[in-house]
């Protein structure tokens, strides 16, 4: 079965600190691989997806993630958190075919001035 | 950007009580899904649902739980008898067809509180 293991459970940066969170997941074949953001209130908003191809994926707001297969990784990053980029970040795998997206438990970023 | 609309962001009641978690998919969508969150915990697949019918749901979505698409926009998760352990946001998602390269876009949430 796929799962996601997420180990940092938060995280806080100051602004303008790069960013890293961790992400490793386990599914048998190639996976397809997300990371959703949550602010507080709101939904999941989809920040980059992994399907195949190149293994560094450019998302939204400034953010990137690598997918490493020998590691069963697919960290995001970001060289310059905002303030604004405090959130929950989720990944995610997915099945294919209908796509039932499996998630991780989540790491709550907090930026400090 | 479109977007999946759920209502009411927040629902209370009681223990017992039926209630209906509405969604309005994107209008193009073929696919839809429910997920929930319960406070502190990740977020879990509940049921996916295609062509009138549910393609596949996970071993929480018990008989206590059913969707619908009642009217050909909306799409509904009802729980018929809640329980205390039903307490969560309940996130629906809908995408247009099953190529890899779509998205599945996620609502804002209910807050589901069951007293």
């Known amino acids: 079965a796929q799962s996601v293991t997420q180990p940092d459970i938060h995280i806080t940066v100051s602004e303008g600190a790069s960013l890293e969170l961790r992400c490793n997941y386990s599914?048998?074949?190639?996976?397809?691989l997300f990371w959703y953001v949550q602010s507080p209130g709101q939904g999941l908003q989809l920040l980059l997806k992994y399907f195949s191809g190149d293994t560094l994926v450019q998302g939204i707001k400034g953010f990137e993630a690598e997918f490493k297969r020998s590691q069963s990784s697919f960290n995001l990053r970001k060289p310059s958190v905002h303030w604004s980029d405090a959130a929950e970040y989720f990944c995610?795998?997915?099945?294919?075919?209908?796509?039932?997206?499996?998630f991780g438990t989540g790491t709550k970023l907090q930026v400090i001035p | 950007e479109p977007e999946v609309t759920q209502t009411p962001s927040h629902q209370v009641t009681q223990m017992g009580q039926e209630v209906i978690l509405r969604c309005v998919p994107i209008?193009?969508?073929?696919?839809f899904y429910w997920y929930r969150q319960i406070l502190g915990q990740k977020v879990e697949f509940l049921v996916s649902f295609y062509n009138n019918e549910i393609s596949e749901k996970s071993e929480i979505f018990d008989d206590q739980f059913s969707v619908e698409r009642p009217d050909g926009s909306n799409f509904t998760l009802k729980i018929r008898s809640t329980k205390l352990e039903d307490s969560a946001m309940y996130f629906c998602?809908?995408?247009?067809?099953?190529?890899?390269?779509?998205?599945?876009?996620f609502g804002s949430g209910t807050q589901l509180s069951v007293l």
């Open positions: 599914y048998g074949a190639t996976p397809y």
């Open positions: 209008s193009n969508h073929l696919y």
């Open positions: 998602a809908s995408r247009q067809n099953q190529g890899s390269g779509e998205k599945l876009f």
């Open positions: 995610a795998v997915g099945s294919g075919g209908y796509q039932k997206v499996t």
